[in-house]
Nanobody, 126 residues
């Protein structure tokens, strides 16, 4: 069963922008923080950004601070990752993740998340 679906990935030139979306089809957003992670083949999954259930608290990896913005619209049950000033190093598969059990607070570890999407590819060329 697919509970989270990412979209918005694609190929862009360095310096360009993309907006990723994460649609909740299984009703798992409620009362839970969410995050974006990314993975390059052969490497471990890397934390990118997280936002609390209420949207008032965020945290970002140092590598994306000032360039990426995470947000959510709980009414639409959709999360977003706005990516600006993209670099070739940002090339990866991006995954949406959601916590479980009224886990309101932001978290940066993969093991703090229960629900995961299947990923969307982002490719940044120089």
């Amino acid at each position: 069963q697919v509970l989270l679906v990412e979209s918005g990935g694609g190929q862009v030139q360095a310096g360009g922008s993309l907006t990723l979306s994460c649609a909740d089809s299984g009703g798992v957003f409620g009362n839970n923080a969410m995050a974006w992670f990314r993975r390059v083949p052969g490497k471990e999954r890397e934390f990118v950004a997280t936002v609390s259930w209420g949207g008032g608290s965020t945290d970002y990896a140092d590598s994306v601070k000032g360039r990426f913005t995470i947000s959510r619209d709980n009414g639409k049950r959709t999360g977003y990752l706005q990516m600006d000033s993209l670099k070739p190093e940002d090339t990866a598969v991006y995954y949406c993740a959601v916590r479980r059990g009224r886990a309101f607070a932001v978290a940066t570890r993969s093991r703090d998340y229960v629900y995961w999407g299947q990923g969307t590819q982002v490719t940044v060329s120089s």
